[in-house]
């Protein structure tokens, strides 16, 4: 039996719908408003000058009856699409009825980490435990710090180049990017990072070559290989420069950083060297999991079973913040309160997760996510443009890098596409160390006549941004 709507039925009727120059009247109005009495830290409208007013499936309406297709879903947040009934009904119910219950059991409570366990990874499911602290996936970090902690008695951590694991002190530390640690430093100590396998960036060092790897027991990339060979350094280099890690934090594919996709024997190498050192796998899915990449979890494709996994956007089901760890219950550790947060019960978020689950399931939104950003792939190599020097992804994480004639990073093509993709109707962002990556994170819901609609502007306006600029 199906639950809820189908999902062509979930959709503003008329998807893109441009009736005003972007920004429009009354978006103007609110934006300025903005200016005048929000903060100095906006970022997302600076970048995407729209005020929003309604949302339904993969479409949001702005405050002048615009409406867009939303390829980036609130940052991969709207996995099940906005407002979507089926959420929207189990999360009304309870918040009618009870809303904040810290870590009292409820039925909500309980019923969403039974569903959590039924999509666990195989060597997860079964044998887990679940700890809720803070609503933000940040803070689902900060608790993953605490866990190998406490675990392990070590304080060294492992985190990578490229990566991105929130704005939170603990997880600001493991997180790479420069940009949002300056002037906040000195974070956590004992933080290293290492190279993250970048096969484009690679290939292009080497002339355009792979590098191969004579290892004949992984996947054959040489940049696979050197990172885990920076990785092992740390553990048991004698001169490593730091403490030996204590657990390994790992985007299993990284987000922020670039869509960056690793080699298959990647996580697995990972998972060796943990296992020899008595370190923690930690794996940051909280933009890669939850049905995106069109398995539940990304770390699934790579056959690797983490020790803990860090969850948070999507998991509300309907955009409500709810952030959250599951670990392998021989980590199970705490005392009671060795944990904590006064948002650990955000139960309307949890009803939301657990209808979500049900939703992605009865309507086989992992197979949909996988075929639907097949062809987006597919449509982006099609356009054959030398300034796309790599599309990639899996399922519903897309990324497409761009590069000027000698392969330098072109963050301001990015810029131009994203301009002319909202303007004409198609909301789409950014990634990547240095800006050039476009991203898209559309709903797990989106058509495919959808995916169609928004790839002609989005193939349009590529192909407008480059000749303005080859
Ligand atoms: C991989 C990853 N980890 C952690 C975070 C931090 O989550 P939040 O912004 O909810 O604190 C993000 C946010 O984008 C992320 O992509």
């Not at 191969?212 to 553990?235: H, T, Y």
């Not at 950083?257 to 796998?281: E, H, T």
């Not at 021989?330 to 309307?348: C, E, L, M, S, V």
Request: charge should be negative.
């Amino acid at each position: 039996m199906t639950v809820g709507p189908p999902i062509h039925e979930l959709h503003f009727d008329e998807a893109p719908h441009v009736e005003t120059s972007i920004p429009g009247p009354n978006s103007r109005t609110l934006l300025r408003k903005q200016e005048e009495i929000d903060s100095s830290a906006v970022a997302y409208p600076k970048d995407v000058p729209i005020a929003l007013e309604e949302g339904r499936g993969s479409t949001l309406k702005d405050a002048d009856g615009n409406v867009f297709l939303d390829f980036f879903a609130g940052i991969g947040v709207m996995n099940v699409g906005h407002s979507n009934p089926y959420v929207l009904e189990a999360v009304n119910e309870q918040t009618n009825k009870l809303v904040h219950t810290i870590d009292f059991p409820t039925e909500a409570r309980l019923e969403f980490i039974e569903a959590l366990d039924g999509i666990a990874p195989d060597g997860l499911q079964g044998q887990n435990r679940m700890v809720f602290g803070g609503p933000t996936g940040s803070d689902a970090i900060e608790g993953s710090i605490k866990l190998a902690r406490h675990n392990t008695g070590r304080h060294g951590m492992l985190a990578f180049e490229g990566s991105y694991h929130g704005g939170t002190a603990g997880a600001l530390s493991l997180t790479a990017g420069k940009a949002y640690k300056e002037g906040y430093e000195p974070l956590l100590n004992d933080v290293v990072h290492t190279p993250y396998p970048y096969p484009f960036r690679e290939r292009l060092d080497n002339g355009g070559a792979t590098a191969i790897c004579p290892r004949e027991d992984c996947c054959g990339q040489m940049s696979c290989a050197r990172a885990l060979e920076a990785v092992k350094e740390k553990f048991d280099g004698p001169y490593g420069g730091h403490e030996t890690p204590g657990a390994i934090w790992v985007e299993p594919i990284q987000g922020e950083g670039g869509v960056v996709v690793p080699p298959k024997g990647f996580l697995k190498g990972l998972r060796d060297i943990a296992d020899d050192n008595d370190a923690m796998l930690i794996a940051d899915e909280i933009q890669s999991g939850f049905g995106r990449t069109g398995e539940w979890w990304a770390c699934e494709d790579y056959g690797v079973t983490p020790d803990a996994m860090t969850m948070a956007k999507g998991i509300g089901g309907a955009g409500l913040p709810l952030g959250g760890m599951m670990y392998h219950e021989k980590y199970d550790t705490w005392d009671a309160g060795g944990h904590i947060g006064t948002f650990r019960g955000n139960i309307p978020a949890m009803r939301g997760g657990t209808a979500a689950i049900e939703y992605i399931q009865s309507h086989d939104l992992l197979d949909h996510a996988t075929e639907v950003g097949e062809y987006m792939r597919a449509r982006f190599r099609d356009v054959d443009n030398p300034r796309i020097g790599e599309v990639r992804g899996k399922g519903l994480f897309i990324g497409v890098e761009f590069v000027d004639a000698d392969g330098t990073p072109d963050a301001s093509a990015v810029k131009k596409i994203r301009t002319e993709c909202y303007e004409n109707g198609v909301l789409v962002w950014k990634a990547g160390r240095e800006g050039n990556v476009l991203r898209l994170l559309p709903p797990l819901v989106t058509t495919k006549e959808q995916a169609e609609i928004g790839m002609d502007v989005i193939t349009d306006a590529i192909r407008t941004v480059t000749k303005q600029t080859v």
